[in-house]
């Protein structure tokens, strides 16, 4: 006849197995694969992209060409999600359902803070059509100290430049930086996706992705880093629209 094992002797054993993980230590997980550089394909189109029918429930802020208000001679781009505004500057105007437009005469930005930092499980989208002239380097979207998206004229391209900041100051570091680098098509509407994960940032241009290839962490960004759309710096103004801007945590 067969002795059922004691509690006693069930317990001792388990506390045995504990102590041999703690001990030894548990082999450790191989780290999740990042999910590969796919998108959903989005040509380039000579009319503006259709306004979104949903947006994603994580959306943090949202602007469009198609919500806005003129009162006393100035423009006010109105954020349906986070309740930020974008005051227009001379230089830039509103085509209505057709884009914030940007003559490359812009002497700044329509900065805004963030209610909630672009950080690691965050999203940007936006649609952006270049035109020719102004600046060799122009700025689409920064976000000051962190990362910016800048065109290049003559190589019709767009780079995702990013930069990790040191945890203990809080300043940039140069080791830590990286960038991505995607054609883009001037005088057409081009989309335009950046996904920042936990120790990298990826862009997306009208689906095709490229990581930046940047290791560190994005801990330690300052939670009141401006938004500025279209500038970048006085050598830097942008010329064309920009339009759908979305600010989301990633789905």
Not at 8 to 33: C, D, E, M, N, R
Not at 124 to 129: P, Q, S
Not at 161 to 175: C, F, H, K, Q
Not at 235 to 249: T, V
Request: hydrophobic fraction near 40%; aromatic fraction near 10%.
């Amino acid at each position: 006849m067969k002795t059922r094992p004691q509690p006693l002797f069930i317990l001792v054993t388990l506390v045995g197995f504990l102590s041999a993980q703690v001990l030894f230590g548990a082999t450790p997980k191989p780290p999740a694969p990042r999910p590969p550089l796919v998108s959903k394909p989005v040509p380039a189109s000579d009319s503006d992209f259709p306004e979104p029918s949903n947006r994603p429930k994580t959306a943090i802020s949202y602007w469009s060409s198609a919500k806005f208000v003129q009162k006393a001679g100035v423009t006010t781009v109105t954020d349906v999600v986070g309740g930020n505004t974008m005051t227009l500057l001379p230089g830039m105007k509103v085509i209505p359902g057709q884009g914030i437009e940007f003559d490359g005469n812009q002497t700044g930005s329509a900065t805004f803070l963030g209610r909630a930092t672009v950080q690691p499980g965050y999203m940007v989208e936006f649609d952006v059509k270049p035109l020719d002239g102004g600046a060799e380097h122009q700025t689409f979207f920064y976000l000051f100290g962190f990362c910016e998206l800048r065109y290049r004229l003559s190589k019709k391209q767009v780079s995702l430049i990013v930069w990790r900041r040191n945890l203990d100051t809080g300043e940039p570091m140069a080791s830590g930086s990286g960038s991505a680098t995607l054609p883009i098509v001037p005088g057409k509407w081009n989309r335009i996706r950046i996904f920042i994960d936990a120790n990298s940032a990826r862009l997306f241009v009208n689906g095709t992705g490229v990581d930046t290839g940047l290791e560190g962490t994005w801990e330690g960004m300052n939670p009141t880093a401006p938004i500025m759309i279209g500038f970048g710096g006085t050598d830097r103004p942008f010329i064309g629209r920009i339009d759908h801007i979305l600010i989301a945590r990633q789905p």
